[in-house]
Nanobody, 114 residues
Framework: QVQLVESGGGLVQPGGSLRLSCAAS????????MGWYRQAPGKQRELVAT???????NYADSVKGRFTISRDNAKNTAYLQMNSLKPEDTAVYYC????????WGQGTQVTVSS
């Protein structure tokens, strides 16, 4: 059994910042890839960013230069630092391990609005 617990979502004004956290626990030996995805109302879930166990990162073009993904391997925890937030970043953000066919968190709402 694997559990992913997300935290850090909320309401923020345009231009503001938020930091999301995702802690993985349970029957985990190693996590090669951790990632964040998001789903806005009426849209499909999309990749935001991923990070491998050796620190390689990948970002969606829409968040490059504004978001930073990182992880603490010892704690099986991933983070997403989101700066210069825009209204179009509003979505439910989901943590993921082991890729789209792996495990998902319950999601945390991020709302960017004035």
């Amino acid at each position: 059994q694997v559990q992913l617990v997300e935290s850090g979502g909320g309401l923020v004004q345009p231009g503001g910042s938020l930091r999301l956290s995702c802690a993985a626990s349970g029957s985990i030996i190693s996590i090669n890839i951790m990632g964040w995805y998001r789903q806005a109302p009426g849209k499909q879930r999309e990749l935001v960013a991923t990070v491998t166990s050796d620190g390689r990162t990948n970002y969606a073009d829409s968040v490059k230069g504004r978001f930073t993904i990182s992880r603490d391997n010892a704690k099986n925890t991933a983070y997403l630092q989101m700066n210069s937030l825009k209204p179009e970043d509003t979505a439910v953000y989901y943590c993921n391990i082991w890729g789209p066919f792996g495990y998902w968190g319950q999601g945390t709402q991020v709302t960017v609005s004035s």
